[in-house]
Structures are given as C-alpha cells and as structure tokens.
C-alpha cells in the first residue's frame, strides 16, 4: 500500500497558557512536509472526552478519528515526573482503534525534556496493543529551544524527528497491511 498513511497528532496539555501549541506547531510543520503521511490534529483542550469515561456522542466521534487513523504522535509536556492526566483519559477514552497500531512521542519539559512521561507512557500503550516506535523527540528546558517565530535549532531534535517519522512510516505500512490481510486478534 503506497498510499499515505493517516496519521493523528495528539496535543496532550490542556493547560491554560500552556507551551504546547508551539512545540506541535514545530512538529506539525515537520510531519506535513513529508508526503507519507497525511497528518490530522487532535488537541485534547478541544476535545471534550468525561474524565468518568462516560459514553457520549463526542467519544464516538474522537473513537472514529482513531479507528481511521494508522498512525499516531503524542505531543506531550511532562508534570510531576508523569504525562499529563488528560493523555490518560484520551487513552482509556477508546479501547479497539488503538491495536495494531504505531505511536511516536515528542516531549518537552524541564530538565529532562519530558523523557520519563515517555517512558511511563510506552507501559501504558503496550497494555493497549499499540507499537511504541523506538525513537522519540525530546526538548529539554523547551522554552529556551524555540525562537520567537516557533522554530528551533536543536539538531538532536530535528534528526530525531526525521529517524522517528521513518519508523513510524515502516510501522504504519507493515501494521496497516497485516491488519488488512489478517485482523488483529486482540
């Protein structure tokens, strides 16, 4: 299948006043100059999912969005050593459309850049069937990485970026062939 893959860009912090828009607006100029994806946004501050998991036509809606996606990419700040609360809920949100299914991570934060919300989340998307790609993206003291206009010079996050877009492009064409050819028995 040569055709682009769908890919899902999920803005995690629903803060107010929160850093998140322009570490995705970054990524999201990124991924759309590469012609393997076809690239939507989904940023949970307008996406209203019940933190109680309550059914409700809106969680239908966001349930479809994933359920045509073959790839996604969590764009994801790092509170208290943790993800935010939020991503838990859009995770827990959908259960089905997430299996057999790559996700990516770009993180930013503090010291550590968000690393260690990346890796409690790589538990966490394994437990719903998705594949974690290897590479991810991280910036840290994310303030200081970007200028006025948005962009960032930090080479270790641009190669990062372009390495992580290229396992997500293998694993959404390998996964979205072997679930077309034989269900995913999850």
């Given at each position: 299948m040569d055709t682009a893959l769908r890919l899902e860009v999920i803005v995690a912090s629903v803060r107010p006043e929160r850093f998140a828009p322009v570490?995705?607006?970054?990524?999201?100029?990124?991924?759309?100059?590469?012609?393997?994806?076809?690239?939507?946004?989904?940023?949970?501050a307008d996406t209203p999912l019940p933190i109680d998991l309550t059914e409700i036509p809106e969680v239908d809606r966001y349930r479809a969005r994933l359920a045509a996606a073959d790839a996604f990419v969590?764009?994801?700040?790092e509170?208290?050593?943790?993800?935010?609360?939020?991503?838990?809920?859009?995770?827990?949100?959908?259960?089905?459309?997430?299996?057999?299914?790559p996700i990516g991570?770009?993180?930013?934060?503090?010291?550590?850049?968000?690393?260690?919300?990346v890796e409690q989340l790589r538990q966490?998307?394994?437990e719903i069937h998705?594949?974690?790609?290897?590479?991810?993206v991280g910036?840290?003291?994310?303030?200081?990485a970007f200028d006025d206009s948005g962009e960032t010079r930090d080479?270790?996050?641009?190669?990062?970026?372009?390495?992580?877009?290229?396992?997500?492009?293998w694993w959404g064409h390998a996964l979205r062939t072997a679930r077309t050819a034989d269900p995913y028995p999850g």
């Open positions: 570490v995705a607006d970054w990524f999201l100029r990124t991924v759309r100059a590469d012609a393997r994806f076809d690239t939507g946004v989904i940023d949970l969590a764009v994801t700040s509170y208290n050593h943790g993800y935010p609360a939020s991503l838990k809920t859009a995770l827990d949100s959908a259960k089905h459309e997430w299996r057999a299914k991570f770009v993180s930013y934060g503090g010291l550590s850049g968000g690393l260690r919300a966490v998307v394994a998705m594949v974690s790609v290897r590479e991810s910036f840290h003291r994310a303030k200081r080479g270790a996050a641009i190669d990062a970026a372009a390495r992580m877009l290229g396992q997500l492009a």
